[in-house]
């Protein structure tokens, strides 16, 4: 696995159950996978001869991240590795304008949105988003970086022209959105096979603070059955259209007048940590079988409710995480605890926990409580 985050930690965990060996190519030694795994490459995903050597001897390669340049996993399959996701589909979920493209054509939902350069043109979009109906002003717009971000890095509520102005400033090259009436955020999470066989996980609700997932509910609590079976369906089909081995995450919107995609993830993803308990296969271990090209694993819930909810630095000071963990477990022993190894900085993911339950109101409220327990000590 190419990137040695939390994601290719959960996944040397998967892959020992698999009698395979996780191989981590990170940037620096004390990354989160770094610090479990066996056998760490010291390297950078940018470098193609770091990727190349790195491969060598490898069954497959996937990746924790989005960021591995396209025209390496090009080269790098053009030589006969097997590196999944492919460039060819990986290539709309680094790239939002190329992801917005593919969509529209493929007609799936998506929120009205246009590249975008300058701020007449951010402002125009916004007086168009305004013409229609019961649209106010069309402000306030999102304008998104198309590359790089993550955890609402690289999106922006832009409130008026002045500050599309001072964002078009920076340089970013952006695409903007037509800010979504939602009532909620949802994820269908899918897994795709080389051979082409696909397994779907219940729909889940996603919870976000300040543009950073914070809760992961499973099931998603009163969706109808028809919207979460579309929601599946549609990754389904998305999966296979784009080309997708691995795991694809598509992140949507709940709105009145039904779904809309936001984005698409290729890899282990935060909306699925829940699965690790939570369901039969873990989203780790699936993503494994899918790019070793294993039939997939059965997906279905192991108990009527199941939270997720990260856990973020802190403020520095009072007890140790260590400390808070001990009288976590003595406070609620059926809470299950992931950390990641990360050195806490505020507002960083530095681990998750589950709760399993039957009443999804109680469960939601452990989880939430062991969450802000480790977070903040109180
Ligand atoms: N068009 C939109 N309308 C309303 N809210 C939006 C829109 N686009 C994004 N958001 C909000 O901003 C959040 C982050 O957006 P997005 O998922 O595109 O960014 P990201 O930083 O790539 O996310 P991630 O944390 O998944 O990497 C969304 O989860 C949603 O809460
Ligand atoms: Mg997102």
Same mark, same amino acid.
């Given at each position: 696995?190419?990137?040695?985050?939390?994601?290719?930690?959960?996944?040397?965990?998967? !892959?020992?159950?698999?009698?395979?060996?996780?191989?981590?190519? +990170?940037?620096?030694?004390? %990354?989160?996978?770094?610090?479990?795994?066996?056998?760490?490459?010291?390297?950078?995903?940018?470098?193609?001869?770091?990727? @190349?050597?790195?491969?060598?001897?490898?069954? /497959?390669? #996937?990746?924790?991240?989005? =960021?591995?340049?396209?025209?390496?996993?090009? !080269? $790098?399959?053009? *030589?006969?590795?097997?590196?999944?996701?492919? &460039?060819?589909?990986?290539?709309? /979920?680094?790239?939002?304008?190329?992801?917005?493209?593919?969509?529209?054509?493929?007609?799936?939902?998506?929120?009205?949105? @246009?590249?975008?350069?300058?701020?007449?043109?951010?402002?125009?979009?916004?007086?168009?988003?305004?013409?229609?109906?019961?649209?106010?002003?069309?402000?306030?717009?999102?304008?998104?970086?198309?590359?790089?971000?993550? %955890?609402?890095?690289?999106?922006?509520?832009? /409130?008026?022209?002045?500050?599309?102005?001072?964002?078009? !400033?920076?340089?970013?090259?952006?695409?903007? *959105?037509? @800010?979504?009436?939602?009532?909620?955020?949802?994820?269908?999470?899918? /897994?795709?096979?080389?051979?082409?066989?696909?397994?779907?996980?219940?729909?889940?609700? #996603?919870?976000?603070?300040?543009?950073?997932?914070? *809760?992961?509910?499973?099931?998603?609590?009163?969706?109808?059955?028809?919207? &979460?079976?579309?929601?599946?369906?549609?990754?389904?089909?998305?999966?296979?259209?784009?080309?997708?081995?691995?795991?694809?995450?598509?992140?949507?919107?709940?709105? !009145?007048?039904?779904?809309?995609?936001?984005?698409?993830?290729?890899?282990?993803?935060?909306?699925? =940590?829940?699965?690790?308990?939570?369901?039969?296969? +873990?989203?780790?271990?699936?993503?494994?079988?899918?790019?070793?090209?294993?039939?997939?694993?059965?997906?279905?819930?192991?108990?009527?409710?199941?939270?997720?909810?990260?856990?973020?630095?802190?403020?520095?000071?009072?007890?140790?995480?260590?400390?808070?963990?001990?009288?976590?477990?003595?406070? %609620?022993?059926?809470? @299950?605890?992931?950390?990641?190894?990360?050195?806490?900085?505020?507002?960083?993911?530095?681990?998750?926990?589950?709760?399993?339950?039957?009443?999804?109101?109680?469960?939601?409220?452990?989880? &939430?409580?062991?969450?802000?327990? $480790?977070?903040?000590?109180?």
């Amino acid at each position: 696995m190419v990137g040695g985050g939390q994601l290719a930690r959960m996944t040397h965990q998967a !892959a020992i159950a698999l009698g395979q060996s996780l191989r981590v190519l +990170s940037q620096a030694p004390d %990354d989160s996978a770094a610090l479990v795994a066996a056998d760490v490459r010291i390297g950078t995903h940018t470098d193609l001869s770091a990727l @190349r050597e790195f491969a060598k001897g490898c069954d /497959a390669v #996937t990746f924790d991240h989005e =960021h591995v340049p396209t025209g390496h996993i090009a !080269a $790098l399959a053009a *030589e006969g590795v097997k590196i999944y996701p492919g &460039a060819e589909a990986i290539v709309f /979920a680094q790239d939002k304008r190329r992801m917005r493209e593919r969509l529209s054509e493929l007609g799936a939902p998506v929120p009205r949105w @246009r590249p975008v350069s300058t701020a007449a043109e951010i402002a125009d979009f916004a007086a168009e988003v305004g013409a229609r109906p019961g649209e106010g002003s069309g402000w306030p717009v999102v304008a998104k970086a198309v590359r790089g971000g993550y %955890d609402g890095r690289g999106v922006w509520m832009l /409130a008026d022209l002045a500050a599309a102005e001072e964002l078009v !400033a920076t340089g970013v090259e952006l695409i903007v *959105e037509e @800010r979504v009436p939602l009532r909620r955020e949802i994820a269908a999470l899918v /897994a795709r096979s080389p051979f082409g066989q696909v397994a779907a996980y219940p729909v889940v609700e #996603t919870v976000q603070r300040d543009g950073i997932c914070v *809760e992961v509910l499973a099931p998603a609590p009163g969706l109808p059955e028809e919207l &979460a079976v579309e929601a599946q369906q549609l990754a389904i089909d998305l999966a296979h259209a784009l080309g997708v081995v691995g795991l694809l995450a598509v992140e949507l919107f709940e709105t !009145a007048d039904g779904i809309v995609v936001n984005e698409l993830a290729m890899r282990p993803h935060n909306s699925g =940590h829940w699965t690790i308990e939570g369901a039969r296969t +873990s989203q780790f271990e699936q993503h494994l079988r899918a790019v070793l090209d294993y039939p997939m694993g059965e997906t279905s819930l192991t108990a009527p409710a199941v939270v997720m909810a990260n856990v973020l630095g802190g403020a520095p000071g009072g007890m140790t995480l260590d400390e808070r963990l001990h009288h976590l477990f003595a406070a %609620d022993p059926g809470v @299950r605890v992931h950390l990641y190894g990360k050195q806490v900085r505020p507002g960083r993911k530095i681990g998750h926990v589950t709760v399993l339950g039957d009443d999804m109101t109680s469960v939601r409220a452990r989880a &939430a409580r062991a969450a802000r327990w $480790l977070q903040e000590g109180k």
